[in-house]
């Protein structure tokens, strides 16, 4: 289990540190590295900036000098930014966690999804037939792969843009291709599934042997509530993280998006996990599609209880979405980017 590289300093040790991580700052509010990296040099020589995780609005600021960071600290936490579009920046410092320390802690896996309690989350087996598999694997091995830095991908009905995290909703691509038709039918013959809409928006991941995703929640604003995901070829764990307010969280009424992100340890965050074979299908919703991040851990073998299963094959998943027009006006203004301020 690969945690934060960056966490959270012991008390009173804040000072020794030139790195500061910064919330609602980084190139999905906007803001490039380069502009973040010019705002900050006003404190001192920056070495560096580049994502705390990958929602795109949380950045590690890494200055030559502690003095620097702390200088940075002091003069931003809280206020806003007039050299950032006056972005209210959420700051605290931050140290570079030494490999040793980083700890190889699982989490219990659950093969149903009740088991998790998480609301909202059901996953159902044998969603589709191995040969269904098979011809919906030939299908996208047929089509125009995109190589991200650690696994494929192609986007239908809609671009899903990795930088920004959203998709620009004027641009359509086209229809869902007719190879997924079978499946859009089988979702909307789901039972007991609310607010159920017309999935327009589908994003086909190809994980090599061993590779997962980074925790995150899908963007509120760019995707509606349903998100559906059907594992192909090779399983997978899938890790829930839901993290509780920090003891360095401001309590002030403008603080909308610092709960959900890297934990100080473990204590703050609940962790659940939930086995994914081949041809079933999650659904996220409710809370878990907008109050729990989603981790693919990067393991090459997975324990789940007392068996081992390693990640020998490929994984490919098809994640199905629905374009969000609008604000999304969810029940969690503290991870939603809709409703956060500036
Ligand atoms: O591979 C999966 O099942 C999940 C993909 C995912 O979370 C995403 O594309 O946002
Ligand atoms: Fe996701």
Request: charged letters at 20%.
């Given at each position: 289990?690969?945690?934060?590289?960056?966490v959270?300093?012991?008390?009173?040790?804040?000072?020794?540190?030139?790195?500061?991580?910064?919330?609602?700052?980084g190139?999905?509010v906007?803001?490039?590295?380069?502009?973040?990296?010019?705002?900050?040099?006003?404190?001192?020589?920056?070495?560096?900036?580049?994502?705390?995780?990958?929602?795109?609005?949380r950045?590690?600021?890494?200055?030559?000098?502690?003095?620097?960071?702390?200088?940075?600290?002091?003069?931003?936490?809280?206020?806003p930014?007039?050299?950032?579009?006056?972005?209210?920046l959420?700051?605290?410092?931050?140290?570079l966690?030494?490999?040793?320390?980083?700890?190889?802690?699982?989490?219990?896996?659950?093969?149903n999804?009740?088991?998790?309690?998480?609301?909202?989350?059901?996953?159902?087996?044998?969603?589709?037939?191995?040969?269904?598999?098979?011809?919906?694997?030939?299908?996208?091995d047929?089509?125009t792969?995109?190589?991200?830095?650690k696994?494929?991908v192609?986007?239908?009905?809609?671009?899903?843009?990795?930088d920004t995290?959203?998709?620009?909703?004027?641009?359509?691509?086209?229809e869902?291709?007719?190879?997924?038709?079978?499946?859009?039918?089988?979702?909307?013959?789901?039972q007991?599934?609310?607010?159920?809409?017309?999935?327009?928006?589908?994003?086909?991941?190809?994980?090599?042997?061993?590779?997962?995703l980074?925790?995150?929640?899908?963007?509120?604003?760019?995707?509606e509530?349903?998100?559906?995901?059907?594992?192909l070829?090779?399983?997978?764990?899938?890790?829930?993280?839901r993290?509780?307010?920090?003891?360095?969280?401001?309590?002030?009424?403008?603080?909308?998006?610092?709960?959900?992100?890297?934990?100080?340890?473990?204590?703050?965050?609940?962790?659940?996990?939930?086995?994914?074979?081949?041809?079933?299908?999650?659904?996220?919703?409710?809370?878990?599609?907008?109050?729990?991040?989603?981790?693919?851990?990067?393991?090459?073998?997975?324990?789940v209880?007392?068996?081992?299963?390693?990640?020998?094959?490929?994984?490919?998943?098809?994640?199905?979405?629905?374009?969000?027009?609008?604000p999304?006006?969810?029940e969690?203004?503290?991870?939603?980017?809709?409703?956060?301020?500036?």
């Open positions: 289990m690969v945690l934060p590289r960056f959270r300093p012991k008390e009173g040790d804040s000072g020794s540190s030139p790195n500061l991580y910064v919330a609602n700052c190139p999905a906007g803001l490039s590295f380069d502009t973040i990296a010019s705002a900050f040099s006003s404190f001192g020589e920056v070495k560096g900036v580049h994502a705390a995780d990958e929602s795109g609005a950045v590690i600021v890494s200055f030559l000098e502690p003095s620097s960071a702390h200088s940075a600290f002091n003069a931003l936490n809280g206020r930014c007039t050299l950032l579009g006056g972005r209210t959420h700051i605290r410092h931050s140290v966690q030494p490999p040793a320390s980083r700890v190889d802690d699982s989490v219990p896996v659950s093969l999804a009740p088991d998790l309690n998480i609301p909202g989350l059901y996953l159902f087996h044998d969603f589709i037939s191995a040969v269904d598999e098979e011809e919906l694997l030939q299908a996208v047929a089509g792969w995109k190589s991200l830095s696994r494929r192609q986007h239908y009905g809609y671009e899903f843009c990795y995290r959203n998709v620009d909703a004027k641009r359509h691509l086209g869902l291709p007719s190879f997924v038709s079978f499946i859009l039918q089988r979702v909307s013959l789901l007991d599934i609310p607010e159920k809409s017309d999935l327009d928006q589908l994003t086909v991941n190809e994980y090599p042997p061993g590779v997962g980074s925790p995150h929640i899908d963007t509120h604003s760019a995707f509530g349903l998100i559906f995901s059907l594992s070829a090779g399983p997978c764990i899938m890790e829930f993280r993290y509780t307010a920090g003891s360095w969280v401001p309590k002030t009424a403008s603080i909308t998006d610092m709960k959900d992100e890297n934990p100080c340890d473990c204590s703050e965050l609940s962790r659940k996990a939930i086995y994914l074979p081949p041809r079933s299908m999650l659904l996220l919703s409710g809370e878990a599609r907008y109050a729990w991040h989603h981790y693919i851990p990067h393991h090459k073998i997975d324990k209880n007392e068996t081992t299963i390693r990640r020998g094959s490929r994984r490919v998943s098809f994640t199905f979405r629905k374009v969000r027009r609008g999304c006006q969810c969690f203004p503290q991870y939603c980017d809709s409703q956060s301020q500036r």
